[in-house]
């Protein structure tokens, strides 16, 4: 597509301008003023082929003109993030970390319990601890971490705790799990993970945990 650059229109103008104040000169040199027309429109369109051949481009703080990088569009739903050079670059938000999401699952389970949940028990006495970690739980955990010995460890100890969710979220949730030790977890990944942490390995499919996991959301750093 033709496209009209701010040069093109500029210089557009000044021959147009020009064209008018010289075209008596130019006649008394011999050029009729259909010669003198079609030479600048000729101008005209040189000027503008070249622009375009070149590329479009922004005017900088010291009146250069500097190319934009030119974005192909694969599908409909492609957003251009073309960055305006003359505003401050804003860095994009990063994403939650474990310590972001134990923070928050820990105070959803148990932050009206005194000592950090330390000893809280809860469902009659099937939940132990700061997370409220039920003995299938810690028992899918073991599997995939041996080094994990004591059940009743869960009750008295935020580490130990932290180490059963580790192996436990390692094996059902994956790549989730993995974005979120990275730092780069998504809030779609968060209240996967929670809803796993309440429900079990189908959690996410109970419509119970959705309770669970809005107190989670609460938590969670902005």
Not at 61 to 84: H, K, R, T, W, Y
Not at 139 to 167: G, H, M, N, W
Request: with cysteine; charged share 20%.
């Amino acid at each position: 597509m033709f496209e009209f650059s701010f040069t093109f229109c500029l210089v557009g103008i000044v021959l147009f301008w020009l064209g008018h104040l010289c075209g008596g000169w130019l006649r008394s040199r011999g050029f009729t003023l259909t010669e003198v027309c079609v030479t600048a429109c000729l101008m005209v369109v040189i000027i503008g082929c070249v622009r375009v051949w070149h590329g479009p481009c922004f005017w900088n703080v010291d009146g250069a003109c500097e190319e934009l990088p030119i974005v192909e569009a694969e599908s409909p739903e492609v957003v251009f993030n073309i960055i305006d050079p003359l505003l401050p670059h804003v860095e994009a938000p990063t994403g939650y970390s474990r310590r972001d999401f134990l923070n928050a699952l820990r105070r959803a389970e148990t932050n009206a319990e005194p000592n950090s949940g330390i000893g809280a028990v809860g469902d009659g006495v099937d939940s132990i601890g700061p997370y409220q970690i039920q003995r299938a739980y810690f028992t899918d955990a073991k599997r995939v971490d041996p080094s994990l010995r004591f059940y009743s460890t869960c009750s008295t100890s935020i580490v130990y705790s932290e180490q059963v969710i580790d192996a436990y979220l390692s094996h059902y949730g994956k790549d989730k799990w993995t974005r979120v030790l990275s730092g780069e977890g998504s809030l779609a990944d968060c209240k996967w993970l929670a809803r796993l942490h309440n429900g079990g390995p189908r959690g996410n499919t109970k419509s119970k945990t959705l309770t669970h996991w809005a107190s989670v959301q609460s938590y969670l750093v902005n």
